[in-house]
């Protein structure tokens, strides 16, 4: 599914924010680099999007919050795995995280899309992480396209909404 990426018009004046936990970063950064070359692809520089790394998911809805009522992003973008056996249990995690993600684009009203993962089961043996990294790279492709035809969308309906 190698998709040439449609390029984006005025790629210049899209602004997106992207999370990223910094637990299990050599993963997690395959996504946001992904993101970034998809972007390239489609015409929108690197230099729109600003990058922050957050201690884990848990700490990803508040800064998205955050960054998505400063008025300033056309969307945030959120990227971690979460996985078993930290202090706290993964589904109780991913729930608190998905969920607040949501609550945070209804809010505000500014997409907010997700890349975090949270495998029933991971091992921290080579087999795994590889997986893990190259997984990764593709959830960063398809999370930077959906960023990008939503952003479309809520352009489009604005564009409605005034004419």
Not at 114 to 122: G, W
Request: net charge neutral; glycine share 6%.
């Amino acid at each position: 599914m190698n998709q040439t990426p449609t390029p984006i018009a005025n790629g210049n004046r899209i602004r997106v924010a992207v999370i990223c936990a910094s637990r299990h970063q050599d993963i997690v950064h395959r996504a946001r680099d992904a993101l970034l070359a998809e972007f390239e692809r489609s015409g929108v520089p690197t230099a729109r999007v600003d990058l922050f790394d957050v201690p884990g998911a848990f700490e990803i809805p508040l800064f998205a919050r955050k960054l998505a009522r400063s008025r300033r992003y056309d969307a945030v973008v959120a990227c971690a795995l979460v996985v078993n056996g930290g202090i706290y249990r993964h589904e109780f995690v991913s729930t608190a995280v998905i969920d607040g993600l949501m609550r945070v684009q209804l809010d505000t009203e500014v997409p907010v899309l997700s890349a975090v993962l949270t495998p029933r089961d991971f091992h921290e043996h080579e087999e795994h992480v590889a997986f893990f990294r190259e997984h990764f790279v593709k959830k960063g492709t398809e999370v930077a396209r959906a960023c990008l035809q939503t952003i479309a969308l809520h352009r489009g309906l604005e564009g409605q909404a005034t004419a």
